[in-house]
């Protein structure tokens, strides 16, 4: 038997083709992804404490400790005094230390004065050699005031050498220049964000953010003194407000919070690796279902000549397991490059440590287990089934056996499952659980899976009845050939169902929030063009500027008071901006907004008519001398129209006043204002406004200056990031899906030789065979494509509605039509393509040699 199945895998090499490739495929994801995470912790573990690699105790404040208790500093003041550096370099075994602090959100200007935007930090670097850790890659690290080093990353995206000038600022100050004397490889290591790093002396660092205080003080023992030893001496030394840990301790946790970020990544990534292989045992199951039916007479006539069901059984399984094999060697091959893919996308995430390539015996465990796992898992049933042939069988015809029908029970259960899911979609926003939502889905395509020998072949049928019209009895034999066989035809749409179900989820779910993003915007924004900042609140000298310019007609400062007296926030609203938003007005008129009148919202409990008092903060009238802000004036206002509250959700609404910027400055002088808006005056072209403000707004590096459009754009891009970054993982499983498309089509090709040389004989045509073969192609990927697309988009306004609760409603089921319709469009060019090799195979033998075809 062993040598019969050795003989039956070579004959039937071609048709497991397919099937190997999806194995292949799936399993390169899976290893790929386990290679990446190999290597990425490896490159982790010789990087993570390398800032630190020559530190022997650090030293950082307790807050747990009280202010006043054990010498501790005030809690409103020092996080930890300069003054411990000198109390720590006294205690015995101490050779070297120093104090070190560090800030992020930095602003950058490059040598061109362009804005280098993203989450940018600075770091001191410590004087005594000693305890200079950041790793050089070029040049020398800072030695004086005015020297800088730059992580090398920065460095090479925007072409800054040692020696360029740049320029840093942070909060309200003004921009200090810096020469560029090294370069730091800073990649996988703890203060590795993604942005720019910056070293520089500790003289700088002060003057840059204003800090008097100290993050951590870090020691270096004399030799001969252990780390744990000078821990103890210096918690009994400086008091029990700071918290010590040794050198070993410090890159041990510096290794935890950085494989624990690479872990994230891989955990997603082996979730879509999993959908794929799933994917790919639905195309083996499916393959091995019609192989085996194809080959009934050779089992019958193996039984006849006394061979087992057993012995029948183990030969299916042996053969499952020789193609899941291959496919496991190949997948491991395939997995090496998927690896260094993975890697680059990893770094354009802004996360790239260096790292290699690692292939551990555990990836080529599971290479294995997951291949052959796989494929002999998939193959179980099937073989069994197929084992189950009377040796009277030898007797038949193999191609003309009926397909098996489908259990009740099956189709039962199946819509059971269906019901439930699509009830748990239902109810999930009651419950405010996105974990329904998910389970709802599952038990929605668990019942599709069982009741889709009833479903898929109905709207395959519905599809036909609109192709047959179109096309004619051609079509109407592709419609008859893909409903021939109902559990072969949902096994094929299937393997569709889940990707596409996934991609057109996430896709109306994208949809759907960009489409809030450009409401809010709109309601918003009611200008042309939009002053932001990207560090800190606009300089009110430059709304000052601006305000001076002709060119512009509104010049509006968009400002809000969060919390103010009265229990409610207040809002500067501009009238001209208000009339052009889609608000919902209950009560009055908002075109009467002006000095001393404001507008509510449902909120307030203030109706028309009312007076309110617009009434600073009494802390900052408390002791004037000691303001840094001017003192507001109380406003009284009378609300002139009450604003409807948005629908949906369970969070409260916040009470909400809008008034003019004149009041709203008045009552809260010191109010921070981070976004302008502006519109040309009257009879001023755009390119002249533009013009007009882009001459000032070049003296404010940090402060961006965009037209309504490049702003919304700027508010939804992450969302299209992270829409694309899910469909390009996802895309491994839809072509894996239509592999078993295109597989499941060959094998009937292959069962139908005699039946299509006979149609050939009776008149059909080279070209109409080829149209009928895509055109089952076609119905089938559509028939996939369509339940796929309706899984999805129930699965998308479930957590839509689950989403509405916790957001005041603020998200509406937006379909994508465009996108479904590529979609669609894609899977049905897919399947054309897979159906050219079944057609020439189709058609190229002898119509006589095919009518003789066994």
């Not at 921009?175 to 590795?192: E, K, M, N, S």
Request: glycine share 10%.
């Amino acid at each position: 038997m062993l040598r019969l199945t050795l003989r039956s895998l070579r004959a039937n090499a071609t048709r497991l083709l397919l099937s190997s490739l999806a194995i292949v495929l799936g399993v390169g994801f899976v290893t790929g992804t386990l290679i990446f995470s190999d290597g990425l912790t490896a490159a982790t573990e010789e990087r993570a404490g390398l800032l630190d690699r020559f530190v022997d105790v650090e030293l950082t404040r307790d807050f747990d400790v009280p202010p006043g208790v054990a010498g501790a500093p005030d809690i409103d003041g020092a996080i930890l005094p300069t003054g411990l550096v000198d109390a720590v370099r006294q205690v015995d075994g101490v050779a070297a230390a120093e104090g070190t602090f560090s800030s992020f959100g930095i602003g950058l200007l490059g040598p061109d004065d362009q804005s280098i935007p993203g989450m940018n930090g600075m770091v001191t670097v410590p004087a005594d050699p000693r305890l200079a850790g950041l790793p050089l890659a070029a040049g020398r690290l800072p030695q004086r005031p005015g020297e800088t080093v730059l992580d090398a990353r920065t460095a090479d995206r925007r072409d800054i050498a040692v020696g360029d000038q740049i320029r840093v600022a942070a909060a309200d100050r003004q921009p200090q220049p810096l020469q560029v004397v090294g370069l730091v490889d800073v990649a996988g290591t703890g203060v590795d964000s993604g942005g720019a790093l910056l070293g520089m002396v500790d003289a700088d660092a002060r003057r840059l953010i204003g800090r008097t205080d100290l993050d951590r003080v870090l020691v270096v023992a004399e030799p001969g003194v252990g780390q744990a030893e000078l821990a103890q001496r210096l918690r009994t030394a400086v008091g029990g407000y700071v918290v010590t840990r040794t050198g070993a301790q410090l890159r041990a946790d510096a290794l935890d919070h950085t494989v624990g970020n690479g872990e994230q990544f891989t955990r997603l990534l082996l979730a879509f690796a999993a959908i794929a292989v799933f994917v790919a045992g639905f195309v083996i199951a499916n393959t091995f279902t019609i192989l085996l039916a194809q080959r009934t007479r050779e089992t019958a006539l193996l039984r006849l000549v006394g061979a087992t069901r057993a012995q029948l059984f183990r030969a299916g399984i042996v053969e499952a397991a020789a193609v899941g094999l291959i496919g496991a060697v190949w997948g491991l091959l395939l997995g090496v490059v998927a690896a260094a893919g993975l890697r680059q996308l990893y770094a354009e995430l802004g996360a790239g440590t260096p790292s290699g390539t690692v292939v551990s015996l555990r990836t080529v465990a599971v290479a294995l287990i997951c291949g052959v796992g796989v494929t002999v898992g998939a193959a179980l049933l099937p073989a069994w089934r197929g084992t189950a042939v009377p040796p009277v069988a030898a007797l038949t015809d193999a191609a003309l056996t009926v397909a098996r029908p489908v259990g009740r029970l099956r189709l039962g259960t199946g819509l059971l499952l269906i019901a439930v899911g699509v009830l748990g979609l239902v109810v999930a926003a009651r419950l405010e659980d996105l974990l329904v939502v998910v389970a709802g889905g599952i038990l929605t395509f668990l019942g599709l899976v069982l009741a889709s020998p009833l479903i898929v072949p109905a709207v395959t049928r519905g599809l036909g009845r609109l192709t047959g019209w179109a096309a004619g009895p051609t079509a109407r034999l592709a419609v008859a050939n893909a409903v021939r066989n109902p559990r072969r035809a949902a096994a094929t749409a299937m393997a569709l169902v889940i990707g596409i179900g996934l991609v057109t989820s996430f896709a109306v779910g994208a949809h759907s929030v960009k489409r809030a993003v450009e409401r809010e915007v709109d309601t918003r924004i009611g200008t042309g063009f939009v002053v932001q900042s990207d560090l800190d609140p606009v300089p009110p000298e430059l709304i000052d500027r601006l305000r001076d310019l002709p060119e512009l007609g509104v010049v509006f400062a968009d400002a809000e008071v969060y919390g103010a007296p009265g229990g409610f926030d207040v809002a500067a609203a501009h009238p001209d901006l208000l009339a052009k938003a889609e608000l919902t007005v209950v009560d009055g008129d908002v075109r009467e907004l002006g000095p001393g009148r404001v507008i509510v919202n449902e909120a307030t409990g203030y109706a028309v008519g009312d007076r309110i008092r617009l009434e600073p903060d009494p802390a900052d009238a408390a002791d004037p001398a000691d303001q840094v802000r001017p003192v507001g004036q109380a406003r009284d206002a009378v609300v002139v129209a009450v604003l409807a509250d948005p629908p949906g959700g369970d969070q409260p609404v916040p009470a909400t006043v809008l008034a003019v910027e004149e009041d709203v400055t008045a009552a809260y002088p010191g109010v921070d204002t981070w976004l302008v808006q502006l519109d040309p005056a009257t009879g001023v072209d755009d390119q002249a406004a533009r013009e007009a403000v882009e001459s000032i707004v070049v003296s404010y590096p940090f402060v961006t200056f965009v037209d309504r459009a490049a702003y919304a754009e700027s508010r939804t891009s992450t969302v299209d990031t992270v829409l694309q970054f899910v469909l390009a993982l996802l895309a491994l499983a839809i072509l894996i899906s239509l592999l078993g498309l295109a597989n499941t089509l060959t094998l009937s090709v292959v069962e139908r030789t005699r039946e299509n040389a006979l149609l050939r004989a009776v008149g059909l045509t080279r070209g109409q065979l080829r149209r009928m073969l895509a055109t089952e192609a076609v119905l089938t990927a559509v028939s996939g494509t369509a339940c796929g697309i309706a899984i999805g988009v129930a699965g998308a306004l479930s957590a839509l509605a689950v989403l509405n609760n916790a957001e005041d409603g603020i998200f509406a089921l937006q379909v994508p039509w465009a996108q479904l319709g590529v979609i669609v469009a894609g899977a049905a060019v897919a399947a054309l393509v897979a159906s050219v090799l079944p057609a020439r195979r189709a058609l190229r033998q002898p119509v006589v040699t095919s009518l003789a075809a066994e």
